[in-house]
Structures are given as structure tokens and as C-alpha cells.
């Protein structure tokens, strides 16, 4: 089935810096979505970016399809930033449906 | 707030136990997902519901069985569980199946002693 891989597994960073995380897939996908999940366990839906590139505010993602990844870029990050950052990629044949990858883990300092 | 609401929030049960967890989504969408969060591993799809129906079985055990009378609620039945099945179970609804963004509940901590 599609791999998915998320770099770096964990991330810490001062408040205020610029940080990118990374999405890699080994096959071709119709949907890709960027999660964020708070250290509650509330997942909140960032971007649902099968391709180009989406801005909300202080983030933005970029996706290229046809080399099977995605980027999210956070700016200027905040405490709330902090949590893990998922990656969700989904197929409509086959027998891969939604895979997520493992996340990664953002913690800002103050 | 998502729109996507779970009870309960917390639950503990034994082995020969059975429960079930409820989603209910104000949004007004089509399908509605279980997921299945464990530590250490990647969120696992479990059953996919769209207008009602069921599209996708995951391969979950039949310990763990879906309901989903209608296209605002849906509930995992539970019943004669592991303690590996301790986790996080998340639901989540979306306007339809696969080409649209999900929206997840705050999710159901399960601890099976």
C-alpha cells in the first residue's frame, strides 16, 4: 500500500521562528489534507491541498502532486502552535483508502 | 468547536464489557469516519459510513461494531474487548466521501482494563 512519510518526526523552536514540515508519498494520490492536533487530542483540518498551494494567516502549504509531496510552512510560530502536525493522503481505487502519516511533533518555546 | 460532537469524552471499561461511543456532527454532511488512535502509530481508519451505508471496513475486528442510523449520528458499539484496544477513537464527518475535508470530534479516550 501507499507509504506515507513525515520529516522532521519532532521539532522544537523557539517562538517566533519559521519552520517547514514535509509530506512524502510513494504513489499517486486524489486528496491531501494537513491536520494539526492539539495536545488535547483535538485534530483541527489546516488544508485540504491535493495540489498548488493554499495561505491561511500565518500558515501555508504547498503541494506537488507529480513529485509526491507536500509542504507546510508555519511562520512566526506561536506556543499555540505547539502539537503534532499530520499529513493525510487518500486514494479512491485500490486498496489504500486514508493513510496519515506519523506526524510531526512541534513544540514552541516561549 | 468543529461541529463534530463524541461521548462520551472519557471512558473505562473491563474486558467483558459493553459500550458504545457516540459522534454526532452539525454540519449537515454525508459521511462520517471512526478512527482509531494508538500510541506510537499512525491514526488508522476504521468504518466509513456515506448517506448512511456502509463503504469501508478497515479489517476491524468484529468486536468493534458500527451503527449509523442516520447521517447526523454514529456510534461503535464495543463488546468483549482487549487491553490493546486502549486508545484514542476519533470520529470525524465530511460533505461527502473523498473529496472533501474532514472534520473531527474531540475523540473518546478508551481504556480497557
Redesign the interface.
Known amino acids: 500500500g501507499i507509504q506515507v512519510e513525515q520529516s522532521p518526526p519532532d521539532l522544537i523552536l523557539q517562538e517566533g521562528a519559521n519552520s517547514t514540515l514535509r509530506c512524502n508519498f510513494s504513489d499517486s494520490v486524489n486528496n491531501l489534507q494537513w491536520f494539526h492536533q492539539n495536545p488535547w487530542g483535538q485534530l483541527i483540518n489546516l488544508f485540504y491541498i491535493p495540489s498548488g498551494t493554499k495561505q491561511n494567516g500565518r500558515l501555508s502549504a504547498t503541494t506537488v502532486a507529480t513529485e509526491r509531496y507536500s509542504l507546510l510552512y508555519i511562520s512566526s510560530s506561536q506556543t499555540t502552535d505547539s502539537g503534532v502536525y499530520f499529513c493525510a493522503v487518500e486514494r479512491w481505487v485500490g486498496d489504500d483508502k486514508i493513510i496519515f502519516g506519523k506526524g510531526t511533533r512541534l513544540h514552541i518555546l516561549p | 468547536e468543529?461541529g463534530v460532537t463524541q461521548t462520551p469524552r472519557h471512558l473505562v471499561m473491563g474486558m467483558t464489557n459493553k459500550k458504545s461511543l457516540k459522534c454526532e456532527q452539525h454540519l449537515g454532511h454525508n459521511a462520517m469516519?471512526w478512527y482509531k488512535?494508538s500510541a506510537k502509530?499512525?491514526?488508522?481508519?476504521m468504518f466509513?459510513y456515506n448517506f448512511k451505508e456502509q463503504t469501508?471496513n478497515?479489517s476491524v475486528p468484529s468486536r468493534f461494531s458500527p451503527e449509523c442510523p442516520n447521517s447526523s449520528h454514529l456510534f461503535l458499539h464495543l463488546h468483549t474487548l482487549q487491553p490493546e484496544d486502549s486508545a484514542?477513537y476519533?470520529c470525524?464527518s465530511s460533505q461527502d466521501q473523498?473529496?472533501?475535508?474532514?472534520?473531527?470530534g474531540?475523540?473518546t479516550?478508551l481504556t480497557v482494563t
Open positions: 468543529t469516519y488512535q502509530k499512525p491514526l488508522e481508519l466509513v469501508e478497515n484514542l476519533l470525524a473523498g473529496r472533501y475535508e474532514q472534520y473531527f474531540p475523540g479516550r
